[in-house]
């Protein structure tokens, strides 16, 4: 410390008075200078520059467990307390969380399906369970709705749809989108809400037609649906809340690049392992 302070009142004059004032001697001074820093101050300096890394790469979504993982991916051991003193030191941390409040229309004379997910999100295989749900996000041109399907397996996005109204020909085209990318046999699980959308005749017709088992939430109860929740929680969060939507066009176009590109190629999600959907189906030959 003594040393430090005089580094930085340093001036010919200054450097021989400061030594003078705490009994330094001036070649001490000198030698300090010209020392290396040492091994931990060393191995600080790399690992901000890898954490900084990793950071921009999660684009400031990454808090220091999901860095703590992907440095030790990259070979780099260290503690999580040093990661999120460093992490401190450099100025930066994960976005902050928002609250998230969702709608469904459930006021419907049509038959609504059983709970038959029961809460169950862990799978051993793709395409044996399967999530839908719909969100809304605020542009200046108006509400545009996004609906989603999630595959239980890896947590991968497999169909979405957006558009200005809430019809059910959005979550037909989600499911349309989901069926083509992945080719599911009969006997499917695809769980969403009791909303009008999802218990409409042609939705339900078209889940027959391809041997899906149909289950709903109990009414009113999120936590039935909690990872399709937990995905448009994400979205708002790290998206979202951060951009400010002139159009519908640029709303779809940033929603379309951050679910294909970052979510299911780059994001790490803890439940699988802290890897990334994409990453997480090619270790296991997902076709």
Sequence with gaps: ?????????????????????????RSGYYQWLKREPGPRLKRDVVLKEKI??????????????????????????????????????????????????????????????PNHLDGVFSVSAPNQRWVSDITYI?????????????????????????????????????LKMALQKRRPGRGLLLHSDQGSQYASHYYQHLLWRYGIICSMSRKGNCWDNAVMESFFHTLKVEL???????????????????????????????????NSPEEYEKERKVA
């Design 1 to 25: 410390m003594i040393y430090r302070f005089i580094r930085e009142h340093t001036g010919k004059f200054a450097v021989e008075r400061m030594c003078c004032v705490f009994h330094v001697s």
């Design 52 to 113: 900084l890394e990793i950071y921009h790469e999660g684009r400031g979504y990454y808090g220091s467990p999901r860095i703590h993982r992907q440095l030790a991916k990259k070979g780099f051991r260290c503690g999580k307390k040093r990661v999120e003193r460093l992490m401190r030191e450099l100025g930066i941390r994960a976005r902050q969380k928002r609250r998230y409040k969702a709608t469904t229309d459930s006021n419907h004379k049509r038959p609504v399906a």
């Design 138 to 174: 605020y542009t200046n041109e108006g509400w545009l709705y996004l609906a989603a399907i999630m595959d239980l397996y890896s947590r991968r996005i497999i169909g979405w749809a957006m558009g200005k109204r809430l019809t059910q020909d959005l979550v037909v085209k989600a």
């Design 240 to 274: 979202v809340y951060n951009c400010r939507f002139e159009t519908r066009s640029q709303a779809r176009r940033t929603i379309f690049e951050y679910i294909e590109v970052f979510y299911n190629r780059i994001r790490i999600h803890s439940a699988i392992g802290y």
